[in-house]
C-alpha cells in the first residue's frame, strides 16, 4: 500500500469528491494564492488550476462570511467545504454554528439538508501560540445538529472527509497541524469512505484501555509499545469520530481491561475525557477495576514559548504516569 502524508490524504479526498460532485465546491482564506498556493498547510495545493476559481473560492479575512455563505449554498443545494483556517477562530462564528448551521434541519422542519463539512485546523506542538494551538472539541460536541471529527492518521482522514462531504448534516472536521507533514502512513489507492460513528481499536491489548484522540493516538501508541516492554498489554482506542461517539466499542474495550485512561490534548477540566468518564461510570462502571483517569493540559493558556509548549501538552511519561496509577488499584 502507498505511503501519504495526513495533508496529502486530505488533498486527495477533495478531489476525489470534487471530481464525483460537481456541486462540491471549496472556499476560504488564501487557500489558492497563499503559501504556495494551497492554503496555510498546502491542503488545496492544485484544486485551483483543477477545478476552476468557480469552485475553488479565496475569500476575505471574514471567518463569520465564511460560516454564514456555506450555510446559503447548502440550503440551495450545492455541497461547501469551507476551510476556517485556524481551529481557534471557531469562537468567532460560534453564533452561526450553533443558532443557525446546527438547528436549520429543526427550524425547517426537516424540509432541507445542510450538507456543509468545515475544515479546520487546530492543535498545539508547531510553538504557533495561543491564539493559534487551541482544542475547542468540547464545545463543538455540546451543540445538538453538529457532527464532530478528529482524524489521527492519514487513511482516516482521507475516508472520513469522504464521508463527511456526503454526509447531509453539517460536520466540523478538524485536522491537527502537527501532524499535516509530520505523519506519514498507508493509504488505500482504491475508492473506500470511514463511516461517522465508528471508531477503531488502534492497538488491542488486555490490561488497559485508553481513548485517545487527534495528536494524542500517536503519543498513546507510543506510551503502549513502552508498556508493553514493561509487560503491560495496552489497549488503544481512537473513536476518530466524538459526535456521534462509538459508545459500545468503548465500553466492550473496557470491558475486557477493566482499566481506562482517556488521553486529549485540550485542558483536563472541561475537556471532551469527561464524557468518556461519565459513559463508563454510567454504564460501564460494574466493569472498572479502578478509576478512570484523564491525561490532558493543564488549565493555562498554551505558552508562546515552544519549550514551555511541550511541558504543557500531553506526553508518553504524563500517559505512562496515569496507566501505572490505573493498574496499581
Known amino acids: ?17 470534487m471530481e464525483r460532485d460537481e456541486r462540491v465546491f471549496i472556499f476560504g482564506e488564501d487557500i489558492t494564492i497563499g503559501y504556495g498556493g494551497g492554503g496555510m498547510f498546502g491542503a488545496t ?20 462570511a ?16 469551507a476551510e476556517i483556517m485556524f481551529g481557534d477562530f471557531i469562537s468567532i462564528i460560534m453564533d452561526q454554528l ?9 427550524v425547517l422542519n426537516d424540509e432541507v439538508d445542510v450538507p456543509i463539512v468545515y475544515r479546520t485546523s487546530y492543535g498545539a506542538g508547531i510553538g504557533a501560540g495561543f491564539h493559534h494551538s487551541q482544542s475547542f472539541e468540547a464545545w463543538l460536541v455540546h451543540v445538538p445538529g453538529l457532527k464532530v471529527v478528529m482524524p489521527s492518521d492519514p487513511a482516516d482522514v482521507k475516508g472520513l472527509l469522504k464521508s463527511s462531504i456526503r454526509d447531509n448534516d453539517p460536520v466540523m472536521f478538524m485536522e491537527h497541524k502537527l501532524l499535516y507533514k509530520r505523519l506519514s502512513g498507508p493509504v488505500p489507492e482504491e475508492e473506500y469512505l470511514i463511516p461517522l460513528g465508528k471508531g477503531e481499536i488502534k492497538r488491542e491489548g488486555d490490561d488497559v484501555t485508553i481513548v485517545a484522540t487527534g495528536a494524542m493516538v500517536r503519543r498513546s501508541l507510543e506510551a503502549a509499545e513502552a508498556l508493553g516492554k514493561q509487560g ?30 482517556v488521553v486529549h490534548e485540550a485542558p483536563v477540566f472541561g475537556g471532551f475525557g469527561g464524557e468518556i468518564a461519565a459513559l463508563l461510570a454510567d454504564r460501564g ?16 493558556p498554551i ?23 490505573v493498574i496499581a488499584f
Open 303 to 325: 505558552p508562546n514559548w515552544i519549550r514551555m509548549e511541550e511541558y504543557y501538552l500531553p506526553n508518553v511519561d504524563k500517559i505512562l504516569k496515569a496507566v501505572k496509577e
Open 232 to 261: 503491560v498489554s495496552a489497549e488503544v482506542i481512537d473513536p476518530r469520530t466524538i459526535q456521534p461517539l462509538d459508545e459500545e466499542l468503548i465500553l466492550k474495550s473496557v470491558e475486557k481491561t477493566g482499566r481506562a485512561v
Open 45 to 64: 495545493r492544485g484544486l485551483a488550476d483543477r477545478f476552476g476559481l468557480d469552485r475553488v473560492i479565496d475569500t476575505p479575512l471574514s471567518e463569520v
Open 1 to 17: 500500500m502507498r505511503e501519504m502524508t495526513y495533508v496529502e490524504a486530505v488533498n486527495e479526498a477533495l478531489i476525489e469528491e
Open 285 to 300: 462502571i460494574d466493569y472498572l477495576d479502578g478509576p478512570v483517569k484523564r491525561v490532558g493540559a493543564p488549565f493555562t
Open 66 to 81: 465564511i460560516a454564514g455563505a456555506a450555510l446559503g449554498a447548502a440550503m440551495v443545494g450545492l455541497r461547501p467545504v
Open 98 to 106: 450553533v443558532n443557525n448551521v446546527a438547528k436549520m434541519r429543526w
